[in-house]
């Protein structure tokens, strides 16, 4: 070679000899012939039968038909709602009438109690009863909230009769 160095070859390292694997102890009893081979019988094969994989294909079918369908179904009356509608009335007077919903305050003897406030606030002998109003404009109050009413006083009498002796708690919403 012109102009270049000559490689050595370099003496490799021997890897040190590993240790044989034991022998298997020798078997206590000579082989036995095993018996002749028969042949399996014919297994089938990994395909399912033609018929199940028409019922599994109908009922996917009619599964993803169902849900569609439901789907619609629910769907329908949002989507042929008319947008420029308005669902709930405006709250106030109608036609210069005042609306008795919308009552300013209240205070009244109703079955042996008090009950006085407003659309925003009840007491009933001086304790609150925490009303909520719903989105249809009803009211339900915390101690008959199964069942709603139109005006805030009409709740509060609810609340009466479902109290008959007894009084409101103290106890605020925070520990209800």
């Known amino acids: 070679m012109a102009g270049g160095t000559k ?7 021997a890897r040190p000899a590993e240790s044989p694997a034991p022998a298997p102890p020798p078997p206590s009893q000579p082989p036995q012939p095993s018996a002749p081979l028969t042949p399996l019988p014919p297994t089938r094969s990994s395909r399912p039968p033609r018929s199940s994989r028409t019922r599994r294909f109908f009922l996917r079918a009619a599964f993803a038909f169902g849900a569609i369908g439901g789907t619609a179904a629910a769907l329908t009356p949002i989507f042929r709602a008319d947008p420029r509608k308005s669902a709930a009335p405006a709250p106030g007077p109608v036609d210069g009438v005042p609306d008795e919903r919308f009552d300013e305050r209240f205070d009244e003897m109703y079955a042996g109690r008090r009950i006085q406030g407003t659309a925003s606030g009840v007491r009933v002998d001086g304790r609150p009863l ?11 109050s915390v101690v008959n909230h199964f069942e709603s009413f139109p005006t805030a006083l009409a709740t509060a009498r609810a609340a009466v009769d479902d109290l008959g002796g007894t009084q409101l708690s103290l106890a605020g919403p925070a520990l209800h």
């Open 130 to 140: 925490h009303l909520m109003r719903r989105a249809d404009g009803t009211y339900v």
């Open 7 to 13: 490689l050595e070859p370099r003496p490799v390292a």
